[in-house]
């Protein structure tokens, strides 16, 4: 009978912490701070990169049709088509609209 509460409660004690114990959990949960949401370009063109989120910005690189990119987060700023947001893009100092780039997962605000 003792064994049998041993086995239950460590059985228990298992499923509360997880395979990978609490050091797991701590690890998971800044692995997702760190990730970035992910964007794919949908133009058929090569897509402006601009210095600041506005049509007027002067260009500083170009991204093609279908490419993955990493976006830190969104801000209004010149209108698109109809459409004021615009993406920072991750690891660089660039903004793209967001007319032209489909977020993958929720992106935060600036």
């Known amino acids: ?18 395979p990978m114990g609490t050091a797991g959990w701590a690890a998971e949960g800044r692995a997702q701070a ?9 133009t058929r063109a090569p897509l402006n990169v601009r ?21 830190s987060c969104q801000k209004r700023g010149g ?3 109809g459409n004021p947001v615009w993406y920072r893009l ?12 489909h977020n993958l997962q929720p992106v935060r605000p600036c």
């Not at 009978?1 to 997880?18: C, D, E, P």
């Not at 760190?34 to 949908?42: F, H, L, S, T």
């Not at 210095?51 to 976006?71: A, G, I, Q």
């Not at 991750?90 to 780039?101: I, L, N, T």
Request: charged fraction near 25%; hydrophobic fraction near 45%; avoid cysteine.
């Open 79 to 81: 209108w698109v088509d």
């Open 90 to 101: 991750h690891g660089s100092k660039g903004w793209v609209s967001a007319r032209y780039v």
């Open 34 to 42: 760190d990730a970035r949401p992910v964007g794919v370009v949908e």
């Open 1 to 18: 009978m003792v064994k049998k509460a041993l086995l239950t409660y460590a059985l228990a004690a298992g499923v509360l912490i997880g």
């Open 51 to 71: 210095e600041k989120p506005t049509v007027y910005s002067d260009v500083v690189k170009k991204l093609h049709p279908h490419e993955r990119v990493l976006l």
